[in-house]
């Protein structure tokens, strides 16, 4: 089975500087995706950035980049210029792509990002 | 287009009531999902389902029902309410037709069994 881990269960950042939240994942398929979902406090799942395993270069989405290490299986996000509206809980998820199969996701267990002004 | 739907909101049940959580989606997706998610915890995939009339279990089906007898609508019931089923569920769908993988998710249901 697969599995996913977030080692960080809280981190802190003040507004404007940089942050990186970890993630690492235990999987013997070769093709899959890796996502962040975002969830503030409104309980909303809003999909962040997404990595297929095959692409090597590095998703980007504005402020928001991820490092993707297929071969340690690792999927760090980072966030630069970090504003208020950042702050909410991250959680890291993957999906075998596996064409006719449902299969969701299997998501960590979440790390709470707080944003000091 | 509203995406995800779930009603309610929120809900207190008293232990052995019974509830069905409605979920409609307007994307005209063919998969769908139902997960929980406890206080400090990931979502867990409790039933999903890959078109009408096809449904299957996921991690944690015990104790839950689901049907899907058009695209749009996935229902979950709960039979037997069990304090150990206080939770927030939600409901998600995505197409299968395009390499995406992406889920789009519903605003979620806050369940109390008391």
């Known amino acids: 089975a697969q599995t996913v881990t977030q080692s960080q269960p809280e981190m802190s950042v003040q507004e404007a500087e940089t942050v990186t939240l970890s993630c690492t994942y235990d999987t013997s398929e070769s093709d899959y995706y890796l996502f962040w979902y975002k969830q503030p406090p409104s309980r909303q799942m809003i999909l962040v950035i997404r990595?297929?395993?095959?692409?090597?270069q590095n998703a980007t989405e504005n402020r928001f980049s991820v490092n993707f290490q297929k071969a340690a299986k690792s999927f760090s996000l980072k966030i630069s210029d970090s504003q208020l509206g950042d702050a909410a809980m991250y959680f890291c998820a993957y999906r075998i792509y596996s064409g006719g199969g449902a299969d969701g996701l299997t998501f960590g267990k979440g790390t709470h990002l707080i944003i000091q002004p | 287009n509203a995406g995800v739907t779930q009603t309610p909101k929120f809900r207190i049940l008293k232990i052995g009531q019974s509830m069905t959580l409605q979920c409609t989606q307007d994307m005209n997706h063919n998969y769908m999902y139902w997960y929980r998610q406890d206080p400090g915890m990931g979502l867990k995939l409790i039933y999903y389902?890959?078109?009408?009339?096809?449904?299957d279990k996921g991690e944690v089906p015990n104790g839950y029902n689901v049907s899907r007898s058009t695209t749009e609508d996935f229902p979950l019931r709960l039979e037997l309410a069990a304090p150990s089923q206080t939770s927030v569920y939600f409901c998600?769908?995505?197409?299968?037709?395009?390499?995406?993988?992406?889920?789009?998710f519903g605003e979620g249901s806050r369940l109390t069994v008391l």
């Open positions: 990595q297929e395993a095959y692409k090597q």
């Open positions: 389902s890959v078109g009408a009339g096809i449904t």
């Open positions: 998600a769908s995505s197409f299968e037709g395009a390499r995406t993988g992406e889920l789009f």
